[in-house]
């Protein structure tokens, strides 16, 4: 076999950096813009994308019925994120524009705006650069699958999408209070959301639409469009009921929005099990050994194993276990990094418990190189601990523990 | 399929909008045409193998490298000389008889990238010997220098997503 198709080694240190840098969604972003754009000079255009680094810039769709709250948490969101607001207003107020003029004449008239022009607007809007350094958030585009599907084919894909919702009856009569103040264009309600300064009160005005028949014609519509909708942008919808005080919504949505979705980065799991004596460390290893496919090491059993087979390192063991004293952390640290360096840990991961047990050993590890990526503690009250020691039984034979009076498991809380 | 779906309704409601599928083939002959792919791995080896403290920073210093070689024509920084070519021979032939197979010798020029899967190379029967391979390897990176020389050239050298792990 010869040296191109034997099996690589490869040093710890790759994988670990590709993970701390994120070199995996780097790449794919990079990609993905790749092929959307297509464009003629590729190195240009990677180094421009690379200059840019807006791979994590807000890119959020908020949609829902009418009077569910959608513009006024897109603004909240807008202000706190620091992020530009778009709605179809908006977009149609822009200035220095012939296709927001064209729209606005449209708009006067119809009340309505065809959706190729609308998603021209868009794109035109996005295009600029506060757009692309600092994010959108959509507020109630799109409307329609068709609009949705415009969209998609430009190439812009929003990375959350939230969904408003409340029973009909709230919404109608929710929108009976609205009112606008017309100098911020902010909404406000005679109910719900009352400006505190009077002067903010006298200035607000009842927005034309929203009588009862008026609203509920518009929510038919939105039902018939929404359920056509969501099919577009699966794993990132999420809903989020709006009966509940705006605060609320606000800080549900703004928790939903920071999240970062799954990527499809490999990933070795480097888990660490810690917890005191009797919390089933040993046991919850094995399990997550045998389903995920990762190294067991326990680091007792490393440093039997050691002596057992009469290594240098279990030459220096002995004399600790004969005296029945701790095993000084170099040793230790010097048998594991052994165990750790072979290439079935580096590859297919490892789960360790029973070391480190302080936290200079933690420290001795972490500057050995060794950092995991999952560190679990398992956390049990100190009568459990007692009650599940003094029924513990070794079978000599198997080495497997069980538990006197019959039990399979340790016993649980009471 | 949701996919596919989705192109065919667009098709159905805009006769202008062109069908996902071709646009599917239309992004895969653009990731050929520019050897992307192949651009990738290579700024994730290079990436991985050095790891910079600033790896936006080293990407873009990789490809602005590449962005001079490829105007001016200059020889490629990363170019392999022949003392690499003479060690991976010896990679290859790791028995010694001093000629390596037909299927060795396709299979190294396409990790090169110095040739596509499907392009028909001559067998002659007498396996590829140190020196005949040698000589393949620089004719056909001169080849694709050729090609990037000049300001519509397409196509980059690959040869620079050589084996820096090895």
């Given at each position: 076999?010869?040296?191109?198709?034997?099996?690589?080694?490869?040093?710890?240190?790759?994988?670990?950096?590709?993970?701390?840098?994120?070199?995996?969604?780097?790449?794919?972003?990079?990609?993905?813009?790749l092929?959307?754009?297509?464009?003629?000079?590729?190195?240009?255009?990677?180094?421009?994308?690379?200059?840019?680094?807006?791979?994590?810039?807000?890119k959020?769709?908020?949609?829902?019925?009418p009077?569910?709250?959608?513009?006024?948490?897109?603004?909240?969101?807008?202000?706190?994120?620091?992020?530009?607001?778009?709605?179809?207003e908006s977009l149609?107020?822009?200035?220095?524009?012939?296709?927001?003029?064209?729209?606005r004449?449209?708009?006067?008239?119809?009340?309505?705006?065809?959706?190729?022009?609308?998603?021209?607007?868009?794109?035109?809007?996005?295009?600029?650069?506060?757009?692309?350094?600092?994010?959108?958030?959509?507020?109630?585009?799109?409307?329609?699958?068709?609009?949705?599907l415009?969209?998609?084919?430009?190439?812009?894909?929003?990375?959350?999408?939230?969904?408003?919702?409340?029973?009909?009856?709230?919404?109608?009569e929710?929108?009976?209070?609205?009112r606008i103040?017309?100098?911020?264009g902010?909404?406000?309600?005679?109910?719900?959301?009352?400006?505190?300064?009077?002067?903010?009160?006298?200035r607000?005005?009842?927005?034309?639409?929203?009588s009862e028949?008026e609203?509920?014609?518009r929510?038919?519509?939105?039902?018939?469009?929404?359920?056509?909708?969501?099919?577009?942008?699966?794993?990132i919808?999420?809903?989020i009921?709006?009966?509940?005080?705006?605060?609320?919504?606000?800080?549900?949505?703004?928790?939903?929005v920071?999240?970062?979705?799954?990527?499809?980065?490999?990933?070795?799991?480097?888990?660490?099990?810690?917890?005191?004596?009797?919390?089933?460390?040993?046991?919850?290893?094995?399990?997550?050994?045998?389903?995920?496919?990762?190294?067991?090491?326990c680091?007792?059993?490393l440093?039997?194993?050691?002596?057992?087979?009469?290594?240098?390192y279990?030459?220096?063991?002995?004399?600790?276990?004969?005296?029945?004293?701790a095993?000084?952390?170099?040793?230790?640290?010097?048998?594991?990094?052994?165990?750790l360096?072979?290439?079935?840990?580096?590859?297919?991961?490892?789960?360790?418990?029973?070391?480190?047990?302080?936290?200079?050993?933690?420290?001795?590890?972490?500057?050995?190189?060794?950092?995991?990526?999952?560190?679990?503690?398992?956390?049990?009250?100190?009568?459990?601990?007692?009650?599940r020691?003094?029924?513990?039984?070794?079978?000599?034979?198997t080495?497997e523990?069980?538990?006197?009076?019959?039990?399979?498991?340790?016993?649980?809380?009471? | 399929?949701?996919?596919?779906?989705?192109?065919?309704?667009?098709?159905?409601q805009?006769?202008a909008m062109?069908?996902?599928?071709?646009?599917?083939?239309?992004?895969?002959?653009?990731?050929?045409?520019?050897?992307?792919m192949e651009?990738?791995?290579?700024l994730t080896?290079?990436?991985?193998?050095?790891?910079?403290?600033?790896?936006r920073e080293?990407?873009?210093?990789?490809?602005?490298?590449?962005?001079?070689?490829?105007?001016?024509?200059?020889?490629?920084?990363?170019?392999?000389?022949?003392?690499?070519?003479?060690?991976?021979?010896?990679?290859?032939?790791?028995?010694?008889?001093?000629?390596?197979s037909?299927?060795?010798?396709?299979?190294?020029?396409?990790?090169?990238?110095?040739?596509?899967?499907?392009?028909?190379?001559?067998?002659?029967?007498?396996?590829?010997?140190?020196?005949?391979?040698?000589?393949?390897?620089?004719?056909?990176?001169?080849?694709?220098?050729?090609?990037?020389?000049?300001?519509?050239?397409?196509?980059?050298?690959s040869a620079?997503?050589?084996?820096l792990?090895?």
């Open positions: 076999m010869d040296a191109t198709t034997a099996p690589h080694r490869i040093p710890p240190e790759m994988p670990q950096y590709g993970e701390a840098n994120h070199v995996f969604e780097l790449m794919q972003n990079m990609l993905e813009q092929l959307i754009q297509q464009p003629k000079d590729p190195i240009t255009f990677m180094i421009e994308h690379l200059q840019r680094d807006n791979d994590y810039v807000p959020i769709v908020i949609l829902g019925p009077a569910s709250g959608k513009t006024t948490i897109a603004m909240w969101l807008g202000k706190h994120l620091n992020s530009n607001l778009l709605s179809v149609i107020a822009k200035e220095y524009s012939s296709l927001a003029a064209s729209a004449t449209h708009y006067q008239k119809f009340q309505t705006l065809p959706n190729m022009l609308l998603v021209r607007l868009l794109q035109e809007r996005l295009r600029e650069e506060d757009c692309v350094r600092r994010g959108w958030i959509l507020d109630g585009i799109p409307e329609t699958r068709e609009q949705a415009l969209i998609q084919t430009l190439g812009v894909s929003p990375r959350h999408v939230i969904v408003l919702s409340a029973p009909d009856t709230v919404l109608i929710r929108n009976l209070g609205k103040d017309p100098q911020t902010e909404i406000y309600h005679t109910t719900f959301d009352w400006p505190p300064e009077s002067e903010i009160q006298n607000l005005i009842v927005p034309a639409g929203i028949g609203t509920a014609r929510l038919l519509e939105y039902h018939r469009n929404i359920v056509r909708i969501l099919p577009s942008y699966p794993k919808v999420k809903v009921t709006a009966d509940q005080p705006c605060v609320d919504v606000f800080y549900q949505a703004l928790t939903y920071q999240t970062i979705h799954r990527s499809n980065a490999p990933f070795t799991p480097r888990v660490l099990l810690c917890g005191p004596v009797g919390s089933g460390k040993s046991r919850q290893a094995a399990l997550l050994a045998q389903k995920y496919g990762l190294v067991n090491v680091c007792g059993q440093l039997k194993e050691a002596m057992a087979d009469k290594s240098k279990g030459e220096m063991i002995q004399p600790f276990f004969e005296k029945e004293t095993v000084p952390s170099y040793v230790i640290m010097k048998v594991l990094k052994q165990r360096d072979q290439q079935d840990c580096v590859e297919r991961g490892w789960v360790l418990h029973d070391f480190p047990r302080d936290r200079d050993q933690a420290c001795l590890m972490d500057s050995m190189g060794y950092k995991p990526n999952r560190v679990f503690f398992l956390n049990v009250p100190y009568d459990s601990i007692i009650e020691l003094t029924l513990r039984r070794t079978d000599p034979v080495g523990r069980a538990w006197a009076l019959g039990l399979s498991a340790a016993p649980g809380p009471s | 399929m949701a996919v596919t779906l989705r192109g065919r309704l667009a098709t159905s805009f006769g062109e069908a996902k599928s071709s646009r599917e083939l239309q992004a895969r002959n653009y990731l050929e045409k520019h050897r992307i651009l990738l791995t290579y080896s290079a990436l991985l193998f050095s790891r910079p403290e600033k790896p080293y990407l873009i210093s990789i490809l602005e490298q590449l962005r001079t070689a490829k105007v001016s024509g200059m020889a490629f920084p990363f170019f392999m000389d022949n003392s690499n070519i003479t060690a991976m021979f010896q990679m290859l032939d790791s028995s010694n008889k001093g000629s390596i037909f299927i060795q010798y396709k299979e190294a020029l396409k990790t090169l990238g110095l040739c596509t899967a499907d392009e028909v190379l001559k067998d002659d029967g007498h396996g590829i010997t140190c020196e005949k391979f040698m000589l393949e390897v620089n004719k056909k990176t001169q080849e694709i220098c050729g090609k990037t020389k000049g300001k519509d050239s397409e196509s980059y050298r620079a997503e050589l084996l792990l090895h």
